[in-house]
């Protein structure tokens, strides 16, 4: 779930990185783990699982070479290939994988439709992590075909970040900062947090038409709630006497900012939700901790959820899920890829969960 400094329309020109520096998090704020060298980009969530894509140092969008690896001390890293339509259809066999034009590796057949996206496992991790670590670009042919490339620029920093997130430099588990240290030196890596939903309640009776109060709270917002173009408001009952509007305030080329707003049911106590302070950003206004992006609210659930691209392609951005507690929208989830490199949102990274 996004949660914006209130932006303008031409606010989504920026840069995605720039974009992400206004987000607004839980409270307390919830920190990304992230790391991008180069051609390599890289995120860890709160119980220390890490994900890193590789991507081509040309100008092509729709390849990478994924590393995967759970935090547990004996949980092996996982690699695949990620193609695109356009760089693999056609391809229906095993790639052989080259680094600095050395044969180092052989992936598994395709798994996904020609017409997809799809991934190549790769069958000996063990030996593709120590080349690529000390290689300049990876080769991956179908035969005498080289069907993409890879660049290793920045792959040897992200790895090794991994491992002191993971906890593993100076140990024999480690990707690339290896060590005598054994297996077991690896702590365990944290529970996720627990989260309890409020007990769902009856939504009869509800009129999406918001009272002059809630209406008259937006005073002093960026909000144009009565511009035709925005969709309506949107009520939900959290709990006996107390209601969430969702209230959208305006549009963008691909996004849709609102403001979320609380009170009884007559209109009452109305007040502007508060979802947090921002990243590193310290305390943020008022109105700031109102607002989400594509916000919508499953009240059989009692999740907000809310879901911000990067550019109109979707191959990059963020989505978040907060649980209703009852006193407040707590942060459950969260999957992201600042990378605009291509990849559709089943490829983005989970960088919070809980339980």
Request: net charge neutral; proline share 7%.
């Amino acid at each position: 779930m996004i949660r914006l400094a209130v932006p303008t329309p031409a606010s989504w020109a920026v840069p995605l990185a720039v974009l992400l520096a206004g987000l607004l998090l839980a409270e307390p704020a919830v920190a990304r783990d992230k790391r991008e060298v180069k051609d390599w980009w890289s995120a860890c969530d709160n119980v220390r699982a890490c994900t890193a894509y590789g991507f081509s140092s040309e100008d092509v969008d729709g390849v990478a070479l994924r590393v995967r690896r759970p935090a547990g001390r004996n949980a092996p890293p996982l690699f695949d290939l990620v193609l695109g339509p356009e760089q693999g259809r056609g391809v229906v066999g095993p790639l052989d994988l080259f680094v600095d034009g050395k044969a180092v590796a052989r992936t598994d057949a395709p798994e996904g439709g020609n017409d997809d996206f799809r991934t190549w496992a790769v069958a000996d991790g063990a030996t593709l992590s120590a080349a690529i670590a000390r290689g300049a670009g990876l080769e991956l042919r179908a035969g005498k075909k080289t069907v993409a490339t890879v660049s290793l620029s920045g792959a040897s920093a992200v790895l090794r970040w991994i491992d002191d997130r993971q906890k593993r430099v100076g140990g024999v588990t480690a990707l690339v900062a290896k060590g005598p240290a054994p297996a077991a030196a690896v702590p365990a890596p944290p529970l996720a947090p627990l989260i309890r939903a409020a007990r769902a309640v009856s939504q009869k009776g509800l009129t999406d038409a918001p009272p002059a109060p809630v209406l008259k709270r937006l005073a002093g917002l960026d909000c144009a709630a009565g511009n035709p173009a925005l969709d309506g408001p949107v009520s939900s009952r959290l709990g006996p006497g107390l209601v969430l509007w969702v209230i959208p305030c305006w549009v963008g080329a691909y996004q849709t900012a609102s403001a979320l707003v609380l009170a009884d049911e007559a209109g009452g106590h109305a007040r502007l939700a508060d979802l947090g302070d921002g990243e590193g950003g310290g305390p943020r206004a008022a109105d700031e901790r109102a607002m989400a992006t594509n916000a919508s609210y499953d009240a059989d659930h009692q999740k907000l959820y809310s879901y911000a691209k990067g550019r109109g392609v979707a191959d990059c951005g963020i989505t978040e899920t907060r649980v209703w507690t009852g006193k407040a929208f707590i942060l459950s989830d969260r999957s992201e890829l600042s990378a605009c490199r291509g990849l559709p949102e089943e490829f983005w990274v989970t960088t919070f969960r809980s339980r």
